[in-house]
């Protein structure tokens, strides 16, 4: 049996870890402040050291574990509060340890959101054909490019569906990779820092 040299408990009362009990063993950690993530209320992604991505709770626990120092083997952590639950492997035994994060939870609306609520759009892809087929193509194209951009708009139109997309790039990328080779067609729409602005349209017969 152990007793832990500061507070006298026993082993019998309490988890050991070294000759200490757990709630007095120093667990060799250092928290960082002024942790930051940033939400979109809209879509729901995160940005994540500047980046704009899907929310994923093991990145956020993984981004905090990397800016706290310490010989801890795993972190867990939970964006709403900031509670941080650390792992430590301590003589072939693990212990686990509270602590409270400096991690600040912004909600705000991404750039993708902001431009999107504000009709803006890069490309339109005019769906025609079989409606039953536009329908189903479009809401798995839809779902594909909200992985990389938005749909800001879908319109029905004689024959078919338009979608408008925020990013021509987006849409170029995921139309060849479902192997499409839609007709093309662009329009000046401005200039942005010197450059020439087109809208892009792909007609694609279904
Ligand atoms: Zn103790
Ligand atoms: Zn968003």
């Known amino acids: ?36 993530v940033v939400l979109c209320k809209r879509c729901n992604r995160m940005n994540l050291q500047g980046e704009w991505q899907q929310l994923n709770r093991r990145k956020i626990s993984e981004y905090v574990a990397g800016k706290c120092k310490g010989d801890f083997t795993g972190a867990d952590c939970d964006i709403d509060t900031g509670a941080c639950t650390f792992t430590f492997e301590k003589a072939g035994k693990r212990a686990t340890l509270q602590r409270q994060v400096d991690l600040e939870k912004q909600v705000t609306m991404c750039p993708d959101c902001c431009r999107s609520s504000g009709g ?21 194209l839809g779902n594909l490019l909200a992985k990389k ?13 338009d979608l408008y997309v925020g990013s021509s790039r987006a849409v170029s990328t995921v139309l060849h990779d479902l192997g499409f080779k839609p007709a ?21 017969r279904l």
């Open 184 to 204: 093309r067609s662009r329009k000046l729409f401005g200039r942005k820092e010197g450059k020439n602005i087109y809208r892009v349209s792909y007609a694609i």
């Open 149 to 161: 951009t938005f749909v800001s708009k879908i319109e029905e139109m004689h024959g078919g569906l």
């Open 1 to 36: 049996m152990l007793i832990c040299p500061r507070c006298g408990r026993t082993s019998e009362e309490k988890e050991f870890v070294e000759a200490f009990c757990i709630d007095c063993y120093e667990f060799n950690i250092r928290l960082p402040k002024g942790l930051k």
């Open 120 to 140: 803006y759009f890069e490309a339109i892809i005019q769906l025609r054909g079989d409606m039953g087929r536009v329908e189903a193509e479009a809401e798995r």
